[in-house]
């Protein structure tokens, strides 16, 4: 069986507008490669968590990437160790897109993938659930995705990361993408 993977599937909300009041192609290029090299610089690092029992957890958080026109992908390896960690990596991403003036939408899903930069290979269900997650939302945010409605998933959760929230989904979104967990990322 092939390891779970976290997978955050971030879009770029309203890119053809933003193309033509930011100006067009140049200073849509000079925003395009300030956020590709940020992309490009998250590979990981020290993973620091506090345990339930009071000890401290010390690992290495690994990251994947991916970037294209005005898309995103992140993901590492699912545990319990890595859920906090990855979702204070994409609430800092939303705040940097905010700064760029690329303001995100986005999903966390969860489950058996292939997501592998080099030979430019993304497939799984969790490709599928981000993508109509992400699409039934009406805000700038990301969302969990229904993978993690699953009760050994939903379990990790630090509740400095996440948020219980409904009122960002669009009124025809399928109750099944709408799971009312979100990123924290207002209060980075």
Not at 29 to 44: P, R, S, T
């Amino acid at each position: 069986m092939e390891e779970l993977k976290l997978l955050c599937f971030l879009d770029v909300l309203g890119f053809e507008n933003l193309f033509y009041s930011m100006g067009g192609l140049k200073k849509m290029a000079e925003c395009d490669e300030k956020l590709a090299e940020y992309v490009k610089q998250q590979k990981g690092g020290l993973n620091i968590i506090p345990l339930p029992d009071g000890h401290v957890g010390v690992g290495w958080l690994a990251i994947g990437n991916a970037y294209f026109s005005d898309t995103i992908l992140f993901w590492t390896l699912y545990n319990k160790m890595s859920l906090p960690s990855f979702t204070h990596l994409i609430a800092e991403t939303i705040c940097y897109g905010i700064e760029l003036q690329l303001p995100f939408r986005g999903t966390i899903a969860c489950g058996e993938t292939i997501l592998d930069s080099e030979s430019n290979k993304y497939l799984g269900e969790p490709m599928f659930e981000a993508k109509h997650t992400e699409e039934s939302q009406e805000w700038i945010g990301v969302s969990f995705g229904p993978s993690f409605a699953k009760p050994d998933l939903n379990k990790e959760f630090y509740l400095d990361t996440v948020l219980p929230y409904k009122s960002h989904y669009k009124k025809n979104a399928k109750s099944e993408y709408t799971t009312g967990i979100v990123v924290d990322w207002p209060r980075r």
